[in-house]
């Protein structure tokens, strides 16, 4: 019986221990990536979309190492970065020399895809992926919300002030605390601080490049064609933009004029610091960032605040013309950004028809962020734990007087 009641009251300890020893142990993991990142260059790619199924299925995390381009060879899946937009990672169909010593250029295609990407990319170095695991993307997402890590550095700090909690019994009753918690407690400090570092600082997950989407409204005369990349419109990444391009034309009886306006809302556009847009005209669809013929400036990269919540006009045209749209959204990387959406809407009217369009997929045209600043968690995982130590700290204090005068 006095065995059984012992086992009881040292259940705790264990589990504690056992949750202390996991941390410290994802700490030196997460030491190893940086470690990996640093030194072998080799970093982490997400996929949020399945242009690489079924060999990298969307929702996959890769490892890749990055390599000068001229190691680069054909059947390879490789990331290449692209100049304002987010990487892109797909196999390669070609390699071609440059025209300057140590470039190539790469003509990549999705594994789901039925042809190559629009237009190739000419590199100085690629980042080639050697081992991918399905899913693991949705929890590392899942990880960096600010909530929960919040909640993940307030445990961590419980489990240290726990572990180095003393016991108020006097000196007769001192308490015995396992070797494993004293050991992974130290390791803890040490390393959960450095791991998370590492997690949101020095190695920044990359995500793949989406497939655009094409949504096509016509109305009686107007007809607007909306393509953009549904995931990266839904959830903008600091520093990136995402293009958004609407092709407007018009099957009228008779010559007439079409007004183009931009209407942007919501607590995303109406932050000071928050959405920022830009938007330019093309005669021809937009290949990426590229017009061939005509294009022009409607509206100067700005804050979406500026626009005031009311219809922007971009201009009009005739009715026998075309014109492709191109919007640039991004958000800043900085500390004041938050997290939010915003209506962002494409409107053309005349001839006694309107139509309106949104980013494909967005319903309404919602342009979603969902990020935060890297340091905010990394800071508020410190603090927590220092506030764990200090707690400790005391209460040993409190313990050792107790134990000077037992009265």
């Excluded at 250029?105 to 190559?116: E, F, H, Q, S, V």
């Excluded at 550095?153 to 004293?182: C, E, H, M, Y």
């Excluded at 995982?381 to 050792?400: K, P």
């Amino acid at each position: 019986m006095a065995n059984s009641t012992k086992a009881r009251r040292g259940m705790p300890a264990r589990i504690g221990s056992i949750l202390l020893t996991l941390a410290a142990a994802g700490g030196a993991i997460c030491i190893v990536l940086v470690i990996l990142a640093v030194v072998f260059h080799i970093s982490l790619v997400m996929f949020k979309t399945g242009s690489m199924s079924p060999t990298i299925p969307q929702g996959s995390v890769a490892l890749v190492r990055q390599v000068p381009a001229s190691e680069v060879k054909v059947g390879e899946v490789v990331t290449v970065s692209r100049t304002g937009q987010l990487p892109i990672s797909h196999r390669v169909t070609s390699v071609k020399p440059g025209d300057t010593a140590g470039t190539r250029i790469l003509t990549l295609r999705g594994d789901a895809n039925p042809t190559d990407d629009p237009v190739p990319y000419t590199v100085h170095s690629a980042s080639v992926v050697f081992w991918s695991a399905p899913g693991v993307a949705y929890f590392i997402v899942w990880l960096s919300n600010p909530l929960v890590a919040g909640a993940i550095a307030l445990g961590v700090s419980a489990l240290v002030t726990w572990a180095f909690w003393p016991s108020g019994g006097g000196p007769r009753t001192p308490r015995k605390r396992s070797r494993v918690a004293d050991h992974a407690s130290t390791i803890i400090v040490v390393l959960i601080a450095s791991g998370l570092a590492a997690g949101w600082v020095a190695l920044p997950a990359q995500s793949a490049w989406a497939e655009p989407t094409e949504q096509i409204i016509q109305g009686e005369v107007i007809r607007l064609v909306s393509i953009g990349d549904t995931v990266g419109m839904a959830q903008l990444t600091p520093g990136i933009p995402a293009l958004w391009q609407v092709g407007v034309s018009a099957q009228a009886s008779a010559p007439g004029t079409i007004t183009l306006t931009l209407l942007a809302d919501g607590p995303l556009a109406e932050s000071p610091i928050g959405l920022t847009l830009g938007v330019e005209s093309c005669d021809v669809r937009w290949v990426g960032s590229t017009c061939s013929s005509g294009q022009r400036t409607l509206l100067s990269p700005q804050p979406a605040a500026g626009l005031g919540g009311v219809a922007h006009p971009l201009g009009t045209m005739a009715t026998a013309d075309q014109r492709w749209i191109l919007v640039s959204a991004s958000v800043p990387n900085a500390a004041s950004t938050r997290a939010g959406t915003s209506d962002v809407r494409i409107t053309a009217t005349g001839m006694g028809d309107s139509q309106t369009s949104g980013p494909p997929g967005g319903g309404s045209g919602v342009l979603g962020f969902t990020g935060t600043d890297p340091m905010a968690p990394l800071l508020f995982a410190l603090a927590s734990l220092l506030v764990g130590l200090g707690f400790s700290g005391v209460a040993s204090v409190i313990a050792r007087r107790r134990r000077d005068d037992p009265a």
